[in-house]
């Protein structure tokens, strides 16, 4: 394997650090950890347990030091960029791609938002960190990796033009669902972009007058008022990009993920990923019976965001027809 007498195989950034003016990234050592953790803090988290992270002075770099190792190591392909709306299938894609060796599956990783979201860089700089945190990400570090996938913050959708600059020819791929299913799922237990202030409430594109406007409750709607309304507008205008309903079943949208991103697998390794798809999303070890927020009353006026996701489904339905 070509990384393999390289000194940072198995080492990423994992941290943006500011301090006096200047701008550095800390790292953490992955020892034999692979991405198979739904999310990927869980897999950093498990990472504290080795010498070289828990010691008292930790690892970094500037930026360029950063930018020019991205280019030593090598990367797997990148294959695709999975957006989504939240509780709409994406940590159950996500889980049955990183059933397969050949996948490096990254999902929702801190440091990507980070470099997305800070206004530490220009345009030009941070298009170059971007890919070069996303390439050391996903070097090889097992022999039999192939496949880069990574799977975005759901409030990412918002950065779906700048990121199509970034990366003109890749896949992106968008899952959405339902809105009173996902608002039911948050009512049980809620995501941290459906709680106001814990992000800012401008990265969603709602203005201080609309936050002055709606209460508590009515926020989650507003938030995936704003996903549909990304979503359409983006959808209309790249060609590149493919929307699954989850309520069009898991099995069907990883078909046809596979099929978008053009990986090839052994039969034995789909069929893994099949099963994978029987367990419940953020435990293996449990079968996924149905969700259990079913019976969740929604209190919230949902008119708008249900109809802003109607046309949306109305819109892909009415282009696959003409497609076909």
Known sequence: MENSDHPLLHWIPNKLIEKDGDVY??????????????????????????????????????????IDWSEQLDAAALKAFVFHISRCGSTMLAQSLAVSPQNIVVAEAPIIDQVLRSDLFDLDKKRILLKAVIALLGQKRFVEEKNLVVKLDSWHIFEASELRSIFPELPFVLLYRNPIEVLKSHSKLKGMHMVPNLLPASIFGISDQEMEE?????????????????????YEKDSNVSAFNYNEGMRFILEKFIAAIDADYYIEEVDQMYERLKKHSKNSKNDFTGDSFINENVTIDIAKVNNL??????????QLAGRN
């Open 25 to 66: 990234f800390e790292w953490i050592y992955l020892g034999d950890k692979r991405y198979l953790d739904p999310f990927f803090e869980e897999t950093l988290m498990k990472c504290a347990i080795y010498p070289h992270n828990s010691k008292k002075y930790k690892v970094v770099s500037t930026v360029q030091n950063l």
């Open 309 to 318: 996701y109607q046309k949306f489904d109305e819109k892909l339905i009415g």
């Open 214 to 234: 709606i209460n508590f409750y009515q926020y989650r709607a507003v938030v995936l008022e704003k996903y549909f309304e990304a979503y359409s507008d983006f």
